[in-house]
T-cell receptor, first 113, second 116 residues
Framework: KQEVTQIPAALSVPEGENLVLNCSFTDSAIYNLQWFRQDPGKGLTSLLL?????REQTSGRLNASLDKSSGRSTLYIAASQPGDSATYLCAVKGSSNTGKLIFGQGTTLQVKP | GAGVSQSPSNKVTEKGKDVELRCDPISGHTALYWYRQSLGQGLEFLIY????????KSGLPSDRFSAERTGGSVSTLTIQRTQQEDSAVYLCASSFQGTSPSYEQYFGPGTRLTVT
């Protein structure tokens, strides 16, 4: 059974710092991995999707990497801003015949001005 | 363009009543998903539609839960005889296809269900 873990559960950093959020999964046979952010009381906003054949994806100040063999993904945020404060969730899709995403518990990030 | 929309945004119901939650996916998206988010359980998958059929219903927690999708568009999640443990935020998502690895899932704002 696929399990997704995110460490740390919470993180507080000063504005301008570069930071890394971690996601690990137990079954390396994934189809893709998606990173989301969730603001309090809101739905999920998709940040990046990495297909199983890819190593990384970039969007603006965000860079996500994937190492299937070790069951790890990282989300790198450069030059953090207070507006980056949110909960970040990673989710894996295990196969092509189901749309199911399996989510980690999330990392709650606070960026202090 | 318009994103995924859900209604109602909030629903308070008494234990034992039935509720219907609605999801309107992004136009052109053939795949639709329901998830549930609660404090103790995190985000859990409920059901996946490809067109009007549901090839994966494995996350529905009991037979009190059902969902349908008509016309390959709008979906309704129905919870019968609601219980307090059904209180959660119900999130809907859609994507171009469910079977491709390259399509992201886009989420709606959710329906917060409170069972009193």
């Amino acid at each position: 059974k696929q399990e997704v873990t995110q460490i740390p559960a919470a993180l507080s950093v000063p504005e301008g710092e570069n930071l890394v959020l971690n996601c690990s999964f137990t079954d390396s046979a994934i189809y893709n991995l998606q990173w989301f952010r969730q603001d309090p009381g809101k739905g999920l906003t998709s940040l990046l999707l990495i297909q199983s054949s890819q190593r990384e994806q970039t969007s603006g100040r965000l860079n996500a990497s994937l190492d299937k063999s070790s069951g790890r993904s990282t989300l790198y945020i450069a030059a953090s801003q207070p507006g980056d404060s949110a909960t970040y969730l990673c989710a894996v899709k295990g196969s092509s015949n189901t749309g199911k995403l399996i989510f980690g518990q999330g990392t709650t990030l606070q960026v202090k001005p | 363009g318009a994103g995924v929309s859900q209604s109602p945004s909030n629903k308070v119901t008494e234990k034992g009543k039935d509720v219907e939650l609605r999801c309107d996916p992004i136009s052109g998206h053939t795949a639709l998903y329901w998830y549930r988010q609660s404090l103790g359980q995190g985000l859990e998958f409920l059901i996946y539609f490809q067109g009007n059929s549901a090839p994966d219903k494995s996350g529905l927690p009991s037979d009190r839960f059902s969902a349908e999708r008509t016309g390959g568009s709008v979906s309704t999640l129905t919870i019968q005889r609601t219980q307090q443990e059904d209180s959660a935020v119900y999130l809907c998502a859609s994507s171009f296809q469910g079977t491709s690895p390259s399509y992201e899932q886009y989420f709606g704002p959710g329906t917060r269900l409170t069972v009193t």
